[in-house]
């Protein structure tokens, strides 16, 4: 397998997140081997973390740190409610290299261009808490990330699941973990306006995760429909379902790896 360039595909999912750093344990345990790494939103977040250098028990220390407060403050903008400036300020304390360019893994975080509907990949050099902030900049909620005459936004607006770009980083095979697919049960049935809007943008975002399936050689869905995005405190419970859902198919990885080596991928 020394030649054969392992990708991970990364999707948002919010606090849902922490379950990335169960996957990325397991495949740690099994000795399954990380050359790439693209995330969206919460997964540019954990994706970030693993390529600076963090180890999976070290993100885990670094998330029970979390606090809304550390990624979030009071905006006075218009375009948002929060502003996410605390975010970029708690990766740059927290992770040991700061520089896209100087990542032990070739990484790329997805935003969005608010005025143009462009994707944005931030890859190959650049600020890492910048890139981590514009790819979790959620429309409405946080104000937009100002760099270069361009207002940037979370990238799951467009790419939730950044199959495309793991393969465009040069991935011979890739995993996918899909934290969105698994839908909302929360909610329960919508009763009102916000929770009509609220299922109708989470089909939206469902859709366009799963077209990027095809990308992948092996696709990870942990369930975490019964969990709201915003739950931090149910982390540990979210690291183990993701660690969990890698289990169950490790076997399945291992065989399609020797197999993707022995086709000479």
């Known amino acids: 397998m020394k030649n054969l360039r392992v990708g991970l595909a990364l999707s948002g999912g919010g606090a849902r997140g922490f379950a990335h750093v169960g996957v990325l344990k397991a495949l740690r345990e099994n000795n399954i081997p990380i050359d790439i790494i693209a995330g969206t939103s919460a ?3 954990a994706g970030g973390a693993f390529a600076a250098g ?10 029970n740190k979390i606090r809304w407060s550390d990624i979030a403050g009071f905006s006075y903008s218009r375009r948002g409610i929060l502003s996410n400036i605390p ?10 290299v700061n520089r896209i360019e100087d990542l032990r893994i070739r990484f790329a975080a997805c935003a969005c261009d608010l005025e143009t509907g462009q994707e944005i990949v931030f890859r190959d050099s650049g600020d890492l808490p910048t890139a981590i902030r514009a790819s979790c900049a959620i429309p409405g909620i946080f104000v937009p ?3 270069d005459g361009k207002q940037l936004i979370d990238g799951g607006v467009i790419t939730p699941m950044p199959g ?4 465009e980083l040069g991935a011979d095979f890739m995993i996918a973990v899909d934290l969105i697919s698994c839908g909302s049960t929360y909610w329960g049935r919508p009763t009102n306006l916000l ?4 299922q109708s943008a989470m089909m939206l975002l469902r859709a366009a995760s799963k ?3 095809f990308h992948a050689d092996v696709v990870l869905e942990p369930q975490l429909s019964h969990i709201r995005p915003d739950e931090i405190d149910k982390r540990d419970e979210m690291v183990e379902i993701g660690y969990r859902t890698t289990l169950d198919k490790i076997e399945t990885i291992k065989t399609l790896l020797v197999a993707a ?3 000479g991928r």
Do not use: C, M, W, Y
């Open 87 to 96: 975010l970029g300020e708690f990766v740059r304390s927290n992770f040991p």
């Open 211 to 213: 077209f990027q399936h």
């Open 43 to 45: 997964g540019s977040f």
């Open 195 to 198: 929770g009509t809007f609220f």
């Open 261 to 263: 080596q022995d086709n």
């Open 164 to 167: 495309k770009i793991t393969r």
């Open 54 to 63: 963090l180890e999976p028990d070290e993100i885990i220390a670094v998330g």
């Open 145 to 147: 990330v100002d760099l």
